[in-house]
Nanobody
Framework: QVQLVESGGGLVQPGGSLRLSCAVSGSFFSFHSTGWYRQAPGKSREFVATITSGGRTNYADSVKGRFTISRDNAKNTVYLQMNSLKPEDTAVYYC????????WGQGTQVTVSS
């Protein structure tokens, strides 16, 4: 059974940084693309970033240059380094894994506020 567990969310001031982690179990993690989505209050879930098994990355325009996705295949973990955070980055962030289907974590709350 594939499981994804996010951590690292919290409250941060505008301009601050956070690093999210997502530990994946029950899958051949290194073979699959993985990524992050987010959902702000009252809005639809939106794509944030993805990284392929080969390390190729893709970002939403709204986070390009501020967020960095990376993965550690030895630890079955994907990361999202978020810098220069803005209030509009406030959302629940979800980790995903594309295997025989799309798997989702339970989400971690990120709040950017002074």
């Amino acid at each position: 059974q594939v499981q994804l567990v996010e951590s690292g969310g919290g409250l941060v001031q505008p301009g601050g940084s956070l690093r999210l982690s997502c530990a994946v179990s029950g899958s051949f993690f290194s073979f699959h693309s993985t990524g992050w989505y987010r959902q702000a209050p009252g809005k639809s879930r939106e794509f944030v970033a993805t990284i392929t098994s080969g390390g190729r990355t893709n970002y939403a325009d709204s986070v390009k240059g501020r967020f960095t996705i990376s993965r550690d295949n030895a630890k079955n973990t994907v990361y999202l380094q978020m810098n220069s955070l803005k209030p509009e980055d406030t959302a629940v962030y979800y980790c995903t894994l594309a295997s025989d289907g799309m798997y989702w974590g339970q989400g971690t709350q990120v709040t950017v506020s002074s």
